[in-house]
């Protein structure tokens, strides 16, 4: 790693989407997240008269998802655990370093977050994304909400960001890792297919030079690289659509529907997913593997998310000392990685 001035006191800020922490909060957690700008581009009436009727709609049905795991959601626990292994992490190299769990759309939020900053007093922050892959939706409007929050509390210390990291080894090796061994498991029952799974977005977003769909390929690209099974049968598929409006495909649900049809084991990796959330532990692990018994498909089996896989932790650490000195935001690799034609990647 960079050397560290002795003085340093460094905050790291990861972030992640959030969700709700009882019953009561679901549909708050909603409307936050649907009167985003970043997900719902409508002027700022019609989208508050869309995210009150769509978390009104939806809160209920999301409501049930929850129930299944305790009436809330895991991802802050999750998070908190990623940020305890971090921090312990920090400790070899920056022992006066703190990370702070800033989510989104759910407590604790910007303003908590910042207040917690400013009391903390550090002389350096560093904010870590946990979506491996850029998006305006994601990472994006997390960042933009954090700097707003900061400009409204007079923070003083510049944020350093991290924009991506779709192909980081740390992130990498530990799926290709387990790839390789749910890949063995699963050939005894015939030959796998595997399907990288990432949280869907219109496509409309995409054509606006969103570079998210692009990562995802990257990293997905990267792992069959990296796990080298021989003769790989693999595709890319997308989950958790919530608007009418056209999305990236194919979907989960239809790329299950064939391997039915062909009679393949399946394999479901989460490329796009460091935590174990909703759209993991209900959405993948019960609905479609539900849909995949009742399609015939002969084995079923989903990849853990990499959670605090020690490699991963230890990418996240190097990610600060990485990033000092460079323009903000910034990716892993420190240049842009993204082709001219998106527009909306945030790198210089």
């Known amino acids: 790693m960079n050397e560290r001035p002795s003085n340093e006191r460094l905050a790291i800020v990861i972030f992640n989407l959030g969700g709700p922490d009882s019953p009561a909060a679901v549909r708050p957690f909603l409307f936050n997240l649907f009167n985003d700008p970043s997900i719902i581009p409508l002027p700022t009436p019609l989208r508050w008269l869309f995210a ?13 998802y929850y129930a299944r795991l305790g009436g809330k959601s895991v991802l802050l626990p999750e ?63 997390s960042l933009k909400a954090l700097a707003l929050e900061a400009k409204r509390q007079s ?14 080894d740390g992130f990498i090796a530990p799926i290709a890792e387990a790839l390789r061994a749910a890949h063995a498991t699963a050939s005894t029952h015939g030959k796998p297919r595997v399907l990288f799974s990432a949280h869907g977005l219109p496509k409309k977003t995409i054509a606006g030079g969103d570079p998210y769909e692009w990562q995802v390929h990257q990293s997905t690209e990267a792992v069959v690289a990296r796990a080298a099974i021989p003769n790989l049968d693999w595709n ?13 495909g194919p979907s989960v649900e239809n790329e299950i529907k064939r391997a039915g049809a062909d009679k393949v084991p399946l394999i479901i990796v989460p490329i796009a997913f460091v935590s174990e959330h909703v ?7 019960e609905t479609m593997k539900e849909l995949a018994t009742s399609v015939g498909v002969p084995h079923f089996s989903r990849l853990a998310a990499v959670r605090t896989a020690p490699a991963f932790i230890s990418a996240l650490a190097q990610f600060t000392a990485f990033l000092r000195g460079k323009h903000s935001p910034c990716s892993a690799t420190g240049k842009r990685i993204c082709p001219a034609n998106f527009a909306r990647c945030p790198h210089v």
């Open 52 to 64: 009150t009727t769509i978390s009104t709609l939806r809160a209920k049905k999301s409501q049930g």
């Open 79 to 141: 998070t908190q655990a990623q940020a305890d292994a971090l921090e312990k992490e920090m400790q070899k190299t920056a022992p006066n370093s703190k990370v702070f769990v800033f989510m989104r759309y759910w407590h604790p939020m910007a303003k908590e977050v910042v207040a917690g900053l400013k009391a903390y007093q550090p002389t350096r922050i560093v904010a870590l994304p946990l979506y491996p892959q850029f998006s305006t939706t994601t990472t994006g409007t």
């Open 155 to 168: 923070l003083t210390t510049p944020i350093e960001e991290l924009c991506c990291y779709p192909t980081a």
């Open 236 to 248: 890319i598929c997308y989950q958790s659509r919530v608007t009418p409006v056209e999305w990236l």
């Open 279 to 285: 759209e993991t532990l209900v959405e993948l692990d």
